[in-house]
């Protein structure tokens, strides 16, 4: 797009050049006829005419300076240096002083084309310079790459991207944000120094050119410690020591030619591929994390498609009680058939959902649509049944969430006491004061909050004495080689006693065989859930398992 435009930029300029050359031939011929000129009957002249073409002439110019500040003028310049060339030959040569006028005019318009031209270059400047770190911006960014691609100019573009700073802004104010940025940017211009130049593009991105025979990987790293090294900011009445993290993408158009927009995208790719994975600080553009891009893309239409469509439904899988095989309750998953009745697993469009806002939405219709579902089971069961439902952590730390679930609760006529909510340990230990206080109001409208996923998480034990919660779910992770491992074994032992100290119930997910089923008997679990009794089921299937195991 900007490639072509800059094409049909200098194009324009070139014809415009031509026809100026024209013109100022067709004067010098009008001139040395003296006298008038005929056109269409009409004596016009000479004088008339020709002052007439010049000011032609000069718009043309204008307008090749207006299309390209350099290029643009540079034409112009040799434009109307032809025609002051001609008009002082015609002084010399005939010694006539006729084309006088048409030499002076030429030198004011150099010089009136030099005023646009700078004033033009400084505003172009301004536009695309940061006004508070003083570096080229994304607009001037994308036009300086472009500029060195065109002419074959190789090395590595790298994004970088701060986390920390909205925090920063929020809780000390966004001159302190303002402040951290400046920071920021000239620690990166000082690791940079001659061998690239660093950008800064929206929000807390900056962008870096590294030009070829530098060790790209090297400066990104020292680039990344630096960055992330303490600020010390000059408080209201104190010094204060800030912290920001950063994550680098990037790209290189070393090897073989690479378009610029492509070149942009794919150093963004990379940079979005590191900040997705959790310990990645860098990552290098290649083939596979574009394909894990552009299926995420793909995912990310098919939720939204689901949602409009109705593509979702829901399985329930039973939850038992371990000494007995009675029916504790079901949990919730979701599942999504597309039209060519094939499916995308939960694991990887949950996932894709968390990272956008599209998990509320899924969230939500999980909600009403369990409810409405499940009510019919509780009625029948004289609410002796638990509904677990799969929250993310990104729902429970909305501010309104309370009063959402409540209105779902009541417009459904769901009996409360019969619902609990699945939180992972990992949401618990990224936990927001909102997040707290939404479990607890909700505990005291007797719903219940179960941790899954346990023993992946990293939720400190203070942490885990305070939650309010009455279930624990052990990981499938830790289930899976139980009976091989002693270590696991030990590990899940521990999780029972200290979610029994906590006053929880445990259950364990994912079992799948008999022997994992007696060792957690041995080890005093409570409940079980997995494949071992029963897999995930219709919701025409929960009657019939309710009839069996309910009345045990
Ligand atoms: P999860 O909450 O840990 O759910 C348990 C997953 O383990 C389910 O996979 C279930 O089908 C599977 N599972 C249960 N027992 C066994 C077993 O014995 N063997 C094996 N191999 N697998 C077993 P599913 O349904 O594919 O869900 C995957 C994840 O997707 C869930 O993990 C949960 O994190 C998420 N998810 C599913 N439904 C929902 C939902 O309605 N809302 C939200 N927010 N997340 C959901
Ligand atoms: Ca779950
Ligand atoms: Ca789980």
Redesign the pocket.
Known sequence: MRTSRYKAAKFLIILGSVLCVSISAFSGAVIARRGDVSIGGLAVPVSGLNGTLQSLSFFICIAMVLLDYKFGFIASACCIGISFFGATRTIFVSHSISSLPGAINCIVNVFALILISTQLKKSRLAEMTDKLTGQINRYGFEEIIHKKIRAFEKGSIVFLHLHGLTDINVNLGRNMGDNVLKTVSSRIDTIIGGIGEAYKLEGSEFAIFVKEGHDCEELVKKLISSVEEKIVMQGEDSTLNVYVTCKAGIADCLNKYVNPDTLMKNADIAMNHALRVEDMKYCFFNERIKQIAEREHDVELFIKDALENNYFY??Y?PQFRINGKRLRGF?????MKLPDGSFV???E???V??RSDL?LK??N??LRR?MEEFKEVCELYENNITLS????AK?IALDGFVEQLLEVIEDTEFPRQCLEL?I?EYSFAKSTDITIANIKKLREHNIMFAI??FGTGYTSLAQLLNLPVNLL?I??IL?DNICTNEANRDFVNAVIYMGHLMKCEVIS????DERQLSLLRELGCDFV????WS??IDYTSVFEMCREYLNV
Not at 331 to 335: A, D, G, K, P
Not at 529 to 532: E, F, S
């Open positions: 829901l399985v899988q949990e919730s998953l979701i599942r697993s939960p694991s469009f949950i996932a959902a968390e998990i899924i969230d219709f999980v369990a439902i799969n929250i993310s729902d699945e992972t899954d996923d779910k990981d499938k289930i997910e994912g079992v799948e859930q997995g494949y071992v897999k995930p």
